[in-house]
């Protein structure tokens, strides 16, 4: 009995048992069935999420803020706060928007919540002299188009151009403004665009690019619709300054050959400040066809000294804003249509002006800021570097003549491409206009320059050893040129094979004066250096032009400089310098060919170098007194340069 009792609790037990596992695993499936089926449906919910918000780029930046959409590109968050940026102040962002200004600064690369904040015709300073404010204009200048190229420009940025020209450009004066479209991809800048621009006061036009092709031909397009008398080309970043349109049409006036420049001001991208620019500075461009700002030099100040405001010339335009008669703009070629995207066009322009019998002017009356990035939010089919490269290459094969050999020396990518553009029709143009060479645009237009030519001296500055081999044999060779410049240039040009089989092409022991590689549109400068003449073999950064009145030069308009004090410091000691070329006997050189010594002409101390010869220091040069110093000694290594 007891034996079945307790059999019959163990069968319960386990009856029991079995149902509490079988419960158990009814509801786990259960369960599984009903997590499945979220994430089925959280599945599908995620793919409709994706695709109306394709993520289209990333934020590049401190912390992480999030990814870009299509909605984020495409989205016009305009919303003007009465106050913010007028008079061109700055904008200032609340802390509780810092994130999304971060954000939104990835998509053009400049500070949009501050520009959606600041009013489409906000004002600004006149940032002109009061002789420019005092001028008076006739009343019967050219009309004008005022052409602006687009590509996926932000909509506040964009219309306060638009509305920059309208409010600050006397009416009859102004016949329309045309609008070009390079293919761009934000929905804003579609019909929204072209029913906005419908109702200005001021005819506007659009016209719009299929495929994305560039600024030659957006502008080119823009050229053929218009009807004033003279083009005016705006970049879609630009605030026109009071006051801006009638000199850049009265020099035109003038002289309808005559490229006509404003001053460009500065908008800041980081939070919409307009900024006047110093005045005085001309553009031009270096080794690589990089186009730069130069600050003009005391004998050009000379000129103007009586009236400040006066136009001058410029050897090359910065080429977003300028001011051209329509007609001599064909008359001249236009514009090279083989060049695609941007850049290299500025160039193009800019020597087949002066090469041609035009000229280029600044005006100092005019000014308009422009808005400038720390990095370009646009792309480039084909890559940046192709794009420019090519692009430099036809201005170099059309235009610069045995210069052009310099420069694909020194560029691989263009010396490649060059094979590869066709640039008869625009040699033919060059031909068909009777246009000078490129040696007559060195010599007449920017005889400040610091190009290699015939009559200067191009290569490395060597230190060398009095116990060197090739110290005796340098000085055996050089030593007739009597300390002269222009005799020693030509002895060494003429002699070039012997030095270098001198030092039989090795540099390994040997220093060079070294300048610091530039990152900008504006010049670089600072301290003179030697280095290890091997770490650089190829490269412009240890190369310098030696004029024949005893300028040591290089790339970036630098020259090398030390103070005309140097005599009377007490520690018989002074920096040698590369800053910017200028008329200034501190920048004036003799050479001792005798003791191969570079003497500062004007204290009468010698360039030194200091002894270390450690692999990879950078070795800083004085001036100091001449003595027996082995690191006083230097030879110049002429390079071919075409």
Same mark, same amino acid.
């Given at each position: ?15 029991m ?9 009814? %509801? ?5 069935? &009903?997590?499945?089926?979220t994430?089925? #449906?959280? +599945?599908?919910v995620?793919k $409709? *999420?994706?695709k ?34 007028e ?21 053009n690369?400049?500070?949009l ?6 009013s ?8 002109r ?6 001028r008076?204009? %006739?009343?019967?200048?050219?009309s004008t &188009?005022?052409?602006v190229?687009?590509? #996926?420009? +932000?909509?506040s940025?964009? $219309? *306060?151009?638009?509305?920059?020209v ?7 004066f ?31 036009k659009?016209f719009r690019?299929?495929?994305?092709e560039?600024?030659v031909?957006?502008?080119?397009l ?13 970049d ?5 300054s ?8 009265a020099?035109?006036?003038k002289?309808r050959?005559k490229?006509?420049c ?11 400040s ?10 031009a461009?270096?080794w690589?066809l990089?186009f ?21 010339r410029?050897?090359a ?21 083989a060049?695609?995207i941007w850049?290299?066009e ?17 005006v ?32 170099a ?7 052009s050999?310099?420069f694909?020396k ?7 491409i060059?094979?590869?553009?066709n640039?008869?029709d ?44 090739v ?17 020693l ?5 003429n002699?070039?094979d012997?030095l ?8 390994t022991?040997?220093l ?44 970036e ?18 920096m ?6 200028s ?11 005798a ?8 204290s009468?101390f010698?360039l ?22 082995v ?7 002429p390079?071919?340069?075409?």
């Amino acid at each position: 009995m007891w034996r079945f009792q307790r059999n019959r609790k163990i069968c319960f037990f386990l009856t029991m048992l079995c149902l509490i596992v079988l419960v158990y695993c009814v %509801g786990s499936l259960i369960e599984s069935s &009903s997590r499945m089926l979220t994430l089925q #449906n959280q +599945a599908k919910v995620r793919k $409709l *999420r994706e695709k109306s918000r394709v993520i289209v780029g990333h934020y590049i930046g401190p912390g992480i803020m999030g990814n870009l959409s299509k909605n984020d590109l495409n989205s016009n968050n305009f919303s003007p706060i009465p106050g913010e940026g007028e008079n061109g102040k700055p904008v200032a962002i609340p802390v509780k928007d810092m994130v999304r200004m971060q954000q939104s600064f990835q998509i053009n690369r400049f500070n949009l919540l501050a520009s959606d904040r600041i009013s489409l015709n906000r004002t600004l300073p006149d940032v002109r002299r009061i002789r420019c404010i005092e001028r008076q204009y %006739g009343k019967k200048l050219p009309s004008t &188009s005022v052409i602006v190229v687009f590509h #996926n420009e +932000a909509w506040s940025v964009l $219309l *306060r151009t638009v509305w920059s020209v309208i409010t600050r450009s006397p009416r009859q004066f102004l016949k329309e403004i045309i609008l070009v479209d390079d293919a761009s991809e934000r929905s804003f800048l579609d019909k929204p665009l072209e029913e906005y621009v419908s109702e200005l006061p001021v005819v506007t036009k659009v016209f719009r690019l299929r495929e994305r092709e560039g600024l030659v031909a957006a502008r080119l397009l823009g050229a053929e619709h218009a009807r004033g008398d003279v083009l005016v080309f705006l970049d879609a970043h630009c605030e026109c300054s009071p006051g801006w349109l009638e000199p850049l049409l009265a020099e035109i006036q003038k002289n309808r050959r005559k490229v006509a420049c404003p001053v460009i001001d500065i908008i800041s991208d980081d939070n919409f400040s307009y900024v006047k620019s110093f005045e005085l500075h001309w553009g031009a461009f270096n080794w690589q066809l990089h186009f730069r700002w130069f600050a003009l030099e005391s004998s050009e100040l000379l000129k103007r000294r009586n009236d400040i405001t006066t136009p001058f010339r410029t050897p090359a335009m910065a080429g977003g804003l300028f001011a051209i008669d329509r007609e001599y703009f064909y008359e001249i070629g236009a514009y090279d249509r083989a060049m695609k995207i941007w850049g290299g066009e500025n160039m193009e322009l800019s020597f087949r002006v002066w090469q041609c019998g035009g000229e280029i002017e600044i005006v100092p009356c005019s000014h308009v800021g422009h808005l400038f990035r720390k990095s370009s939010p646009y792309t480039f089919p084909g890559g940046v570097n192709e794009i420019l490269n090519k692009n430099l290459a036809r201005v170099a094969l059309v235009w610069m003549d045995e210069w052009s050999e310099f420069f694909f020396k020194f560029n691989s990518v263009a010396s490649r491409i060059r094979k590869f553009e066709n640039v008869t029709d625009r040699v033919a143009l060059r031909k068909s206009l009777d246009c000078k060479d490129f040696k007559w645009y060195l010599t007449e237009v920017w005889p400040q320059h610091f190009f290699p030519t015939d009559d200067r001296l191009f290569g490395r500055i060597v230190q060398i050893s009095t116990s060197s081999r090739v110290y005796e044999s340098y000085k055996t060779l050089v030593v007739d040129s009597g300390g002269n410049w222009v005799n020693l240039i030509r002895l060494i040009n003429n002699n070039a094979d012997k030095l270098h089989n001198f030092l039989d092409g090795d540099y390994t022991n040997a220093l060079c004066l070294m300048r610091s590689a530039s990152n900008g549109i504006f010049n670089q400068f600072g301290r003179a250096t030697l280095e290890l003449c091997k770490t650089a073999q190829n490269s412009l950064t240890q190369m310098f032009v030696v004029t024949k009145e005893g300028k040591i030069m290089t790339d970036e308009n630098l020259c090398l400089d030390a103070s005309e004090k140097a005599a009377e410091s007490s520690s018989n000691s002074t920096m040698a310098r590369l800053i910017t070329c200028s008329d200034t006997v501190r920048q004036s050189w003799l050479y001792d060919p005798a003791k191969l010594k570079i003497i500062h002409k004007v204290s009468n101390f010698c360039l030194h170098g200091a002894k270390s010869r450690d692999e990879g220091v950078h070795v800083e040069v004085f001036i100091e007194k001449c003595s027996q110093q082995v690191d006083q000694s230097w030879i110049f290594m002429p390079h071919p340069w075409k």
